[in-house]
């Protein structure tokens, strides 16, 4: 992995600076000019950024080419303050620290008119992967997707809420009811953002299944009533009315399955090559279980998630563990999927 560049000599002094992946394995910083809202936009001084798998991913070359346009601004889960508004756009909102939805749903077709903007019609679209993200001083976004925070919001910690939505999309396709027993498959960000989710709903049984020990430690501190390595799951086979699949590792999606019980429920958010699931669908059938795959978050999931934080229900800042100047931005993505247990969210601090 090549080391970040300083800024290039073609480069224009003054401005803003952002990271950009021309393509796999190749990245630079530049500065140039601050961007400019256009109407109905909004621009946002990065205040944190996290980096995910998704974006290692976009970096090493391994994201699907329909869901990646290099050269490209990454970025797609961050916080920070809105500093300039376009045309059209409430002036109230300049000052306001606010997360904002990636995915550019057009909102007019039958899937957004629903509430399922992830599925819009329109087509895959979104912030730091076909659209300039927020590694960067400044990021540009539509206003209608904007989700403000209360004043003195804690916005190193409001950069999670990305990955809360989709734990949040996760969790409200599951519909959790109390006192049921319910197992979160894998403890790495999103894993123990379900598990802070799902603690609300007070489960009977809330059980975190992770071979890293560290992170089923912090699963009971975040409301897991019980912990379990991988290679313990299979004592556990039938037990629980909902499952909550994170890990994305080959088998989980299959062991997940074998996890719920007859007529429970299963929820996907791994991305897993195609053939590579290994679900029976003979199990399926005759267990009659309900299963779900979630990709990004709808609306609904995103206010649902903002709520959580704002009540003080969700805490994600104790995930963070790593904070980089976006200078040091090659150094930052070498550590997500590193398999260091002690790493967990990694922030990019403009």
Same mark, same amino acid.
């Given at each position: 992995?090549?080391?970040?560049?300083?800024?290039?000599?073609?480069?224009?002094?003054? =401005?803003?600076?952002?990271?950009?992946?021309?393509? *796999?394995?190749?990245?630079?910083?530049? +500065?140039? $000019?601050? /961007?400019?809202?256009?109407?109905?936009?909004?621009?946002?001084?990065?205040?944190?950024?996290?980096?995910?798998?998704?974006?290692?991913?976009?970096?090493?070359?391994?994201? #699907? %080419?329909?869901?990646?346009?290099?050269?490209?601004?990454?970025?797609?889960?961050?916080?920070?303050?809105?500093?300039?508004?376009?045309?059209?756009?409430?002036?109230?909102?300049?000052?306001?620290? !606010?997360?904002?939805?990636?995915?550019?749903?057009?909102?007019?077709?039958? +899937?957004?008119?629903?509430?399922?903007?992830?599925?819009?019609?329109?087509?895959?679209?979104?912030?730091?992967?076909?659209?300039? @993200?927020?590694?960067?001083?400044?990021?540009?976004?539509?206003?209608?997707?904007?989700?403000?925070?209360?004043? =003195?919001?804690?916005?190193?910690?409001?950069?999670?809420?990305?990955?809360?939505?989709?734990?949040?999309?996760?969790?409200?396709?599951?519909?959790?009811?109390?006192?049921?027993?319910?197992?979160?498959? @894998?403890?790495?960000?999103?894993?123990?953002?379900?598990?802070?989710?799902?603690?609300?709903?007070?489960?009977?049984?809330?059980? %975190?299944?992770?071979?890293?020990?560290?992170?089923?430690?912090? &699963?009971?501190?975040? @409301?897991?009533?019980?912990?379990? &390595?991988?290679?313990? %799951?299979?004592?556990?086979?039938?037990?629980?009315?909902?499952?909550?699949?994170?890990?994305?590792?080959?088998?989980?999606?299959?062991?997940?399955?074998?996890?719920?019980?007859? =007529?429970?429920?299963?929820?996907?958010?791994?991305?897993?090559? $195609?053939?590579?699931?290994?679900? #029976? *669908?003979?199990?399926?059938?005759?267990?009659?279980?309900?299963?779900? =795959?979630?990709?990004?978050?709808?609306?609904?999931?995103?206010?649902? &998630?903002?709520?959580?934080?704002?009540?003080?229900?969700?805490?994600?800042?104790?995930?963070?563990?790593?904070?980089?100047?976006?200078?040091?931005?090659?150094?930052?993505?070498?550590?997500?999927?590193?398999?260091? /247990?002690? !790493?967990?969210?990694?922030?990019?601090?403009?």
């Amino acid at each position: 992995m090549s080391a970040p560049s300083s800024t290039p000599s073609n480069a224009p002094v003054g =401005g803003g600076r952002a990271v950009v992946v021309d393509r *796999p394995g190749v990245h630079r910083l530049v +500065r140039g $000019p601050e /961007p400019v809202p256009g109407p109905g936009e909004v621009r946002v001084r990065v205040a944190a950024a996290g980096i995910c798998m998704s974006d290692r991913e976009l970096y090493d070359g391994r994201r #699907d %080419a329909d869901h990646v346009r290099y050269p490209v601004v990454p970025g797609h889960e961050w916080a920070g303050t809105v500093d300039l508004v376009g045309e059209g756009v409430d002036p109230g909102l300049t000052g306001r620290g !606010t997360v904002a939805e990636g995915f550019r749903a057009c909102g007019i077709c039958a +899937r957004c008119r629903t509430g399922e903007t992830s599925l819009c019609d329109r087509g895959y679209d979104e912030t730091g992967f076909t659209r300039p @993200g927020a590694f960067a001083d400044h990021v540009v976004v539509p206003a209608r997707l904007l989700h403000p925070l209360p004043d =003195g919001a804690d916005l190193r910690a409001a950069a999670l809420l990305e990955p809360a939505a989709v734990a949040a999309a996760a969790v409200r396709s599951g519909r959790p009811e109390p006192g049921e027993r319910i197992a979160v498959v @894998g403890a790495g960000t999103l894993g123990l953002l379900a598990v802070q989710l799902l603690a609300a709903f007070t489960p009977g049984e809330l059980t %975190a299944i992770d071979p890293r020990g560290e992170r089923t430690v912090l &699963a009971r501190k975040f @409301g897991a009533t019980d912990a379990a &390595a991988t290679a313990e %799951a299979g004592e556990l086979r039938g037990r629980y009315d909902l499952v909550v699949e994170t890990a994305g590792a080959p088998a989980t999606a299959a062991s997940s399955c074998l996890l719920a019980r007859r =007529g429970g429920r299963v929820v996907l958010t791994g991305m897993f090559a $195609p053939g590579a699931s290994g679900i #029976d *669908p003979v199990r399926l059938s005759l267990d009659q279980l309900t299963v779900r =795959g979630v990709f990004g978050a709808p609306s609904a999931a995103w206010t649902f &998630a903002v709520r959580a934080f704002t009540t003080g229900v969700l805490t994600p800042g104790p995930l963070v563990t790593h904070e980089f100047p976006l200078e040091r931005y090659g150094e930052a993505v070498a550590l997500v999927g590193g398999g260091d /247990p002690g !790493t967990g969210k990694v922030l990019l601090v403009p």
